[in-house]
């Protein structure tokens, strides 16, 4: 059976160590893997949590701001708690509203993916905690695309490009969980903060998130499916790009195209560079987003055949040298 962090913690509150003012990192996604349908910040405050100030990351608590847009300061509809946001004027929290917490926990499903913002959120919490001297406990939860290293892709971050989108040498399919992230930037980088992780119970590391046999819940508005969390580290490559990955439509991520894309063309390329654990199919699509909002995009459906044979930051590449050696004019 498995047991997130977050399970652990509202089975044995004990393990909060008599905490009194917990800040809690967080939004809808963070459910209970006892109960999908449960919250988890509502389980914890039932099990006596002294839960007294909530953080939110990009896309707000309830995970319904678009992709980029700043997110407000708020009051928490679920438990009457004040929501800091940080992803607006700030994606560190200040110093004020630290000063007077005993701990802070962090629990936010995450996809695997380095340019995911929540990892980020994670990483300046544990600046802040550092610079604060609060404690940090990280609710571990299964990493979806699996704990396998040797399935990490894609060149490390250059520091010199960094931003919130990317802070750290990390891979861009870096096959880590939550838990291990902070304790990887505790060694290297927040030396003089008191990291705790609770991690997951049942869990291995050959486990997808299909192995765990629980629903997924939407972790953005463009990641409703653990299918396009498969094919986000390769496919999101693109938004740098004047194609669309189909933000807007029930698929987002697992489908590009653009009115002027010549899909067999692009296929018929596909098929010399024999990309691995994937079957393409032409398709059309209209989205409501940039950047070919109501226009028909000529497209091509990425359909993962073999999960263990996928490698997506290699698929994104192949795709994109398909476009550009099909399209040496129009593509950008």
């Not at 009457?80 to 005993?102: K, N, Q, T, W």
């Not at 044979?309 to 950008?332: I, K």
Request: hydrophobic share 45%; net charge negative; with cysteine.
């Amino acid at each position: 059976m498995i047991r997130f962090g977050v399970d652990r913690l509202v089975a044995d509150p004990d393990l909060l160590g008599g905490a009194k003012r917990v800040g809690l990192v967080t939004n809808d996604a963070a459910r209970m893997a006892a109960d999908p349908a449960r919250l988890a910040r509502v389980a914890l405050r039932e099990a006596g949590v002294p839960i007294t100030r909530l953080f939110g990351p990009e896309h707000g608590l309830n995970v319904q701001s678009a992709d980029g847009v700043h997110v407000d300061d708020g009051i928490d509809t679920m438990t009457g708690l004040p929501i800091i946001s940080l992803y607006g004027e700030r994606y560190c929290p200040s110093p004020a509203v630290m000063r007077d917490l005993d701990v802070v926990l962090f629990d936010i499903p995450n996809v695997g993916a380095r340019f995911y913002t929540y990892t980020w959120t994670l990483y300046h919490m544990m600046a802040a905690c550092t610079a604060a001297l609060v404690p940090i406990i990280v609710l571990d939860r299964p990493n979806p695309l699996g704990g396998d290293l040797s399935l990490a892709e894609g060149p490390v971050l250059d520091l010199a490009v960094r931003s919130f989108v990317g802070e750290d040498a990390i891979p861009i399919r870096h096959q880590l969980t939550n838990g291990e992230l902070a304790t990887l930037w505790q060694r290297e980088q927040f030396a003089g903060v008191r990291l705790d992780v609770l991690s997951c119970d049942g869990w291995t590391r050959a486990m997808q998130w299909p192995d765990l046999q629980l629903p997924w819940v939407p972790t953005s508005p463009a990641m409703p499916s653990f299918e396009s969390a498969q094919l986000y580290p390769g496919t999101c490559l693109f938004e740098a790009t004047n194609l669309s990955v189909g933000r807007g439509t029930d698929i987002p991520f697992q489908q590009i195209g653009a009115p002027w894309l010549d899909v067999p063309a692009v296929l018929s390329d596909l098929a010399r560079r024999v990309p691995k654990g994937v079957e393409f199919s032409e398709v059309t699509f209209v989205t409501g987003l940039a950047p070919y909002a109501g226009e028909l995009c000529h497209g091509i459906k990425i359909t993962v055949t073999s999960a263990s044979a996928l490698r997506p930051v290699a698929l994104g590449l192949l795709l994109m040298a398909a476009v550009a050696s099909t399209h040496r004019l129009r593509f950008q």
